[in-house]
């Protein structure tokens, strides 16, 4: 028998079509509609990558640290060269003692900006990710925070230029967790501090 790769790649997809539902056309896989059995919605599924994040800071801020690149530094505890060393210098280093080093989110990899005091971490920010932002932080909802960690020890709202914000205060042991939403469905970012 004499195949050519195209008469593989249409086997190929005959298969796919009698397993995943899919529909083969002009020499392409297109997706069909398929049971939720089958197949989930990207919507699901960013869905439930929104809430591993949520729930991936949850034991790590018990010991003052995120998850993720910077697992290992410590609110309080871990100096500017544990920083440095962990995950290099700062894109855009803090002009003055009060300011942010910017660790700016890159392909795969979270923002982050932490700031220090005395030369040791006094904040860390978590930014997320940009790219499928939606299955980061960007999926995460008040309402989705609230059911899942139960009452928040204090909320608030602030104002950060012309945006007003809902700043939702977790205490985890020494340490306090905040959520900054834009509105009830954006999350902005993460803050971690001492209490």
Known sequence: MNFTLRHIARNVALVAVAAFGLT???GELMYASASPAVVQTKAQSAQEHALETLMSFYKPALLGQFPGEVKGLTVGKSTRSDVD???GKADVPGKDADAFDVYHAEMGHPGYAISYKLNKVREMRYFGTNVERETNIGGITLKMLKQHWGKPTATTTIKNGKLVQQKVVYNRG???LTFIFNDATHLDHINLTKR
């Open 24 to 26: 083969y056309a002009s």
């Open 85 to 87: 060393k962990l995950i």
């Open 174 to 176: 020494s340490y306090a």
